[in-house]
């Protein structure tokens, strides 16, 4: 159970969880009970989601080839330990599993829902699956974006109160750039190594430098939309409590870390995103009509 655990990539989980907290919390301001269950068929799907695209990622860049050589955590088809039919088969049993949460969700909400779930799931699957996947070409950051920022923080808000607001998009920019921020780190660890099997993600496009810069943009990014989600309460200004560990992080991208030294970053970057997440949840709370 371990492998499938490790397999799983725990550190990546707080992309899933933290937009359905802030997506489900802004109900609050606007007048809205929360509907737990919903809350929780909306965590369902992202989770199921999440843990199903780094299996198929485990699965799709372990049958091409392109994990032979890694610095980061154990990819369960590389090493061995697991074999790439039954990673491919985990793969798909989570994106079942959030097929019929998904489905069960749209079935209180809104069939429209079926069509973004679709959508996600083949999103998911050709990242780095298909012929000519995506992820290969340098627009990963883009779907993590719009799927566990936009789609994740609107799409849970939606699953409240059957809208799609200003608000619920302003603060999916910052679940959005820091999920984003997850990835970009993963990448420049990775750059190396993907640039020699021609996986030609940002950071392999734009360089080692530039890359740096994009995800010190990125953070700068989320700390400037949250702020302004002031707009929605005061309360917002408590998400600056993030800026110290976000510094910390920045320098140590600036100062050039690489390799294996970018591992506990991204550690650090899956806990400043969930901690932005509780402190957004907190203001929501805080500021509940």
């Not at 998911?124 to 012929?131: K, R």
Request: aromatic share 10%; proline share 4%; glycine share 8%.
């Amino acid at each position: 159970m371990k492998p499938w655990i490790l397999g799983a990539r725990p550190r990546t989980l707080p992309a899933a969880i933290a937009p359905v907290l802030v997506g489900t919390t802004l109900a609050l301001p606007n007048g809205l009970n929360i509907n737990w269950l919903n809350a929780l068929l909306a965590l369902l799907v992202s989770l199921f989601l999440q843990i199903g695209v780094n299996y198929a990622n485990d699965y799709s860049d372990g049958v091409r080839g392109t994990d032979e050589v890694r610095v980061g955590p154990m990819r369960l088809v590389a090493s061995g330990l697991k074999s790439a039919k039954s990673v491919k088969q985990a793969a798909f049993f989570l994106f079942f599993l959030a097929s019929i949460s998904g489905l069960f969700l749209a079935l209180r909400t809104s069939r429209w829902l079926i069509l973004v779930g679709l959508i996600a799931i083949l999103a998911a699957w050709n990242y780095t699956g298909g012929d000519k996947p995506y992820g290969y070409q340098g627009f990963g950051e883009i779907s993590v974006f719009l799927f566990f920022g936009v789609v994740a923080t609107a799409g849970t808000y939606f699953a409240q109160s059957q809208k799609i607001t200003w608000q619920s998009l302003l603060i999916s920019i910052p679940m959005g750039a820091l999920s984003c921020t997850i990835l970009a780190i993963n990448n420049l660890r990775d750059l190396p190594k993907d640039a020699l099997v021609g996986k030609h993600t940002i950071a392999v496009r734009i360089g080692d430098k530039r890359a740096r810069w994009m995800i010190i943009a990125l953070i700068v990014t989320a700390i400037v939309a949250g702020l302004l989600a002031a707009t929605i309460s005061p309360w917002v200004f408590v998400t600056l409590l993030i800026v110290p560990l976000a510094i910390r992080i920045g320098v140590a991208i600036n100062q050039g870390a690489q390799g294996a030294a970018l591992i506990p970053l991204l550690g650090k970057a899956g806990k400043l995103q969930l901690f932005f997440a509780l402190l957004m949840t907190f203001a929501l709370f805080m500021a509940r009509a």
